[in-house]
């Protein structure tokens, strides 16, 4: 899959899906009705490190990283940037958020958090700046060990949520809608972000996601 057209308009896609999916993951958070797997692990240890959720994003996803190397898997801008990005933006939009309290404020706010994490997934792995951290991981454990992506997804994603819990992270009823609509609203968003190749006559850029993304930064 050729990525050479149209890097202008990928490029903000990308900033904008990494930025977006950060704000969105401040949503859930804010309605205090579930997280999704990876931010349950987040929250539990800014419990126990009294650092933001944000910050704590931003050093799991660099460890993280690191575990890449191993794996021999390779990150792209994409993949350094979704360290950062993700993190920032839900602190930045966490700060801005009052506290929410009544049921009737926060449901909306948890179905408007998984939707535009929906739409914040398909822009960011539409773009083809390489997967997330998280994801790269499970694609590499997957390559070393020959076992399936679901396989190694399921695998890690269990141990981040119970460990998550333990340590006091949040998981409820968004953390179940979260795992049965991410999939089917990450794909709508990615036939609706799908970078077309330029008029030119360039290559194709992004017909589908990456080999291997599974839909977290």
């Given amino acids: 899959m050729s990525t050479s057209g149209r890097p202008g308009r990928r490029l903000i896609q990308l900033y904008a899906g990494l930025a977006l999916y950060g704000a969105s993951s401040a949503l859930l958070v804010a309605a205090g009705l579930g997280l999704e797997p990876w931010n349950v692990l987040h929250q539990g240890l800014a419990e ?121 992270g949040t998981i409820g009823v968004g953390t179940v809608l979260y795992a049965v609509s991410i999939g089917p609203l990450a794909q709508l968003f990615l036939k609706v972000f799908d970078v077309r190749p330029a008029p030119s006559g360039s290559t194709v850029v992004a017909a589908g996601p990456p080999d291997g993304a599974i839909l977290r930064p």
Avoid: C, K
């Fill in 48 to 168: 126990l490190t009294g650092l933001t959720i944000g910050v704590v994003s931003i050093a799991v996803g660099a460890v993280v990283l690191l575990l890449w190397i191993p794996l021999r898997q390779r990150p792209g801008l994409g993949t350094v940037s979704n360290v950062f990005v993700v993190g920032l933006a839900m602190d930045g939009t966490l700060a801005l958020l009052p506290d929410v309290r009544a049921l009737a404020v926060r449901v909306p706010l948890l179905v408007a958090g998984i939707v535009l994490n929906g739409a914040a997934t398909g822009l960011y792995i539409a773009a083809s700046f390489g997967p997330g951290p998280r994801d790269g991981l499970m694609t590499g454990l997957h390559r070393r060990t020959g076992r399936s992506i679901r396989l190694m997804r399921t695998v890690v994603e269990v141990t981040v949520v119970v460990t998550g819990f333990a340590l006091g």
